[in-house]
């Protein structure tokens, strides 16, 4: 099968995958981080930025926060703002790698002040949650040593559980914790979080209402990420999705630009999952656009997973089911690469067309004349950077 069926479109529609607020912001690496014309200079500018991929995609209804960086005086008022705009307050991404306290932790660290300070941070996030309509409260560790010796690694493991249990006790019904993990950065000996087994250990002590979050750029050079997406959804756990790209590391590039073909393996695993359009799976982007514009970047992000997920769904799973159970290597692997090599591209542009969408988002925006605007217009005050 080479066209999109009427149930494929269907199901297209309703994917919406999240923005995160910091990727309008400026944002480098450790040498330099570049400013650019009409960078948002508050959470306010951040939405309405995200706001134009959603207007000129239909992809991106939700932002992420990110607290302190995206704090505010009134949380119900960013709240009304986005839905003006057309799209809501997604998760709340909280933050404990950057105060001073948390050079040796924070949820993990020996000294009671510093982790009840961190415990404390987590409990206001849930706070700002219950303001903006939040579900899930995402928490990234920047935790663990550096040298052999350093640390007591298992003392820190039961802080760890027991900092989580006090944040997940607080937590409204409708709420959940997302623990996301990640293999080394900025501790180097060994992390505290580094990968899913260790999130999934620590999340299924806690109750149903904790969840581990995949980012496609947290991994070894190797690892088989898509057996990761099944696994964690065949147990139940898989929360949320952090799409990017990565070269060597956590380079946080643009999804499906180093390996597109990875990106499709595990839309295949999340379609045979059961794990798209899923409300308990959530999709969300995490960039740093270092040198390439901001909207642009989130609206080719957003288009590569949609054409991907379209490959995933043209899938002949029945014929693939067949081959492997006749152990028939080649040809399962051609329907695998004939789903992957098809050109969904026409078919999608023809498809926004009849949604009343510009068949070509990028071109749209590039049109509108927005750019111009927010450059002429945010001249002035400080521009959002991510925080370093």
């Given amino acids: ?10 199901t297209l529609q309703a994917q919406g995958i999240e923005l995160p607020s910091w990727a309008f912001g400026n944002s480098g690496t450790r040498f330099r981080v570049f ?12 939405i309405a930025d995200a706001a134009q991929v959603h207007r000129h995609t239909a992809l991106a209804p939700t932002v992420a926060l990110h607290i302190p960086w ?4 009134d949380y119900a008022a960013l709240r009304r703002h986005a839905e003006d705009l057309g799209v809501a307050l997604g998760t709340v991404n909280s933050n404990t790698f950057q105060d001073e306290d948390y050079k040796f932790g924070a949820l993990t660290h020996h000294d009671d002040r510093i982790r009840r300070k961190a415990i404390d941070h987590h409990l206001a996030c849930i706070d700002i949650m219950d303001a903006t309509g939040s579900r899930d409260l995402k928490i990234w560790l920047a935790e663990g040593s550096n040298y052999p ?7 820190r493991q039961d802080r760890l559980h027991d900092s989580l249990s006090r944040i997940y006790a607080r937590l409204g019904d409708a709420q959940r914790l997302v623990l996301e993990y990640k293999f080394f950065e900025p501790a180097f000996y060994h992390t505290d979080v580094p990968d899913w087994g260790t999130s999934y250990v620590q999340v299924a002590a806690l109750g ?11 991994h070894a050079p190797g690892t088989n990420i898509e057996f990761i997406v099944m696994q964690l959804l065949r147990l139940g756990r898989l929360g949320s999705f952090d799409f990017n790209s990565r070269f060597y590391a956590d380079d946080d590039l643009i999804v499906g630009a180093a390996d597109p073909f ?6 295949v695993e999340v379609v045979r999952g059961g794990g798209l359009n899923n409300p308990d799976v959530a999709f969300m982007l995490d960039q740093c656009h270092n040198i390439e514009d901001k909207i642009p970047g989130q609206i080719r992000s957003v288009l590569n997973v949609q054409e991907m997920t379209a490959r995933a769904l ?10 492997q159970e006749e152990n028939d290597v080649l040809t399962a692997n051609a329907i695998l690469m004939d789903a992957f090599q098809t050109d969904v591209r026409p078919q999608l542009a023809t498809w926004r067309e009849s949604r009343g969408l510009p068949a070509d988002p990028m071109a749209a925006y590039l049109a509108s004349g927005y750019a111009r605007t927010i450059a002429d217009e945010r001249v002035g005050g400080v521009q959002a ?4």
């Fill in 35 to 46: 400013p650019t014309p009409g960078t948002p200079r508050d959470p306010f500018e951040k």
């Fill in 385 to 388: 950077g991510w925080g370093a």
């Fill in 314 to 323: 043209l899938l002949d799973r029945d014929a693939l089911a067949a081959a």
């Fill in 208 to 218: 149903e209402k904790a969840m581990v979050c995949l980012d496609t750029g947290h």
């Fill in 262 to 267: 990875q990106l499709f393996r595990i839309l």
């Fill in 1 to 10: 099968m080479t066209t999109l069926s009427a149930e494929n479109l269907s």
């Fill in 149 to 155: 010796g350093q640390n007591d690694m298992r003392a």
């Fill in 70 to 73: 995206d704090a505010v005086d």
